[in-house]
Every structure is written in structure tokens, then in C-alpha cells.
């Protein structure tokens, strides 16, 4: 079975305890689609947090989200195959996975897609406060033509993205304060062009 959750940034108590509750098993997969915040500090403090997340049986897929480092940028982590794709994984954390932005993962009968990154509305903010920070928060132009190029090459019939199109943006929910002039959507803006270019299923 399949599960997916939002952000959890940096607090497994959620995960821990609905894995718990609902007696997962090893044939469970929970799917975070960005900001876990297990990559956050790149120290031990990770360590604690990966561990609890991975305690009990399923395996816990993460997309990238715009608040923690990419694998790549952390100590451990290479790419094993999975699911008919590639994962970033740290052997110390097996159970933990990381998609790499563009594979299609075969799951449950299921052909998925992630697409991971975000700018951070709060960049400045988090910036003058000594908070993280990373440059590589939004998918590359490398990365964007890879999934373009996987699209073009195989059907799927879901993508899991950390952000949404740009015509979805919940306005509703913006920051007060924040100038949306000086915001970078353009992570959005190819989404949408994402979007438009896959066939509905």
C-alpha cells in the first residue's frame, strides 16, 4: 500500500506513530513529497530524526523539498536501483530513500514521477538569521530536461511534485509581508508547461 503525507520538517512523530497505529508492514511504501527536513543540519542530529522516521516496517520514499540539502550535498548518500528507477539512499539508513528528480518508480501497478524543489518564499529571511539556506533548492535546467526527456520517453500515470503549477498557487494561504514580485516562480511556471504536456490518464 501506498501513503502519502505532506511537509513533516524535521518532525517524524507523525510518520512514527500512523506507521505504528496502522501496523505497516515492509511491502508499505509512505511517500513525503518534500521538506522532511532529514537533511537539514548535516550532522547527527539528522541521524536521530532518520532513525525515528525508519523505526518501524515501511520503506519511506522523500522528495526533494526547498528547506533541506539535496542527497548529493550529504555525507553517505549514492544511487541504488529501485523500483524500475534510481534512489539516493545512506546504507546507515536503508529504509530511507530519496527519489531522484525524473525516474519513473513502478509502484503498485502504479508508473510515478517526482519532481522535487521550491523557491523559498523566506530566503531572505532565513538567510539574515543564520537558518538553511541552499542554493540547489530548485530543479537545474540538467534536472528539468531529464524529466522532460523521461516524459517524452515513458507514461505515467502520476507526478509528485513539492510545488504545484502556477495556476494552482493557494493565494490564500500566502506569508503577509512577503513582496510576490520578488518571488521566483519560475519552478511553477515550468510545472505547468509540465503539466500541459502529459495527456490526462
Known sequence: MIYITG??????????????????????????????????YGNEHDD???????YHRP???????????RPWEVEGYHLIDWMGGKVWVQDKHPKLLFA??????????????????AYSV???YRISRG???????QPTEEIKSFVEKQLSENEVDIIISHTCPLKYEPTEVFLPGIDQSKVDKSTEEWLGKIEASVPPV
Open 100 to 117: 531522484k528528480d525524473g525516474e519513473v518508480y513502478t509502484i503498485d501497478g502504479l508508473r510515478i514521477m517526482p519532481i522535487g524543489g
Open 122 to 124: 523566506d530566503k531572505f
Open 7 to 40: 511537509d513533516i520538517h524535521g518532525n517524524p512523530w507523525t510518520v512514527f506513530k500512523f506507521a505504528r497505529r496502522n501496523k505497516l508492514t515492509k511491502d508499505d511504501i509512505i511517500i513525503i513529497p518534500g521538506d522532511v527536513g532529514a537533511n537539514y
Open 48 to 54: 536521530e530524526m532518520k532513525e525515528l522516521i525508519t
Open 131 to 137: 537558518a538553511g539556506w541552499w542554493e540547489s533548492e
Open 59 to 69: 520503506t519511506v520514499l522523500c522528495i526533494h523539498g526547498n528547506h533541506e540539502m
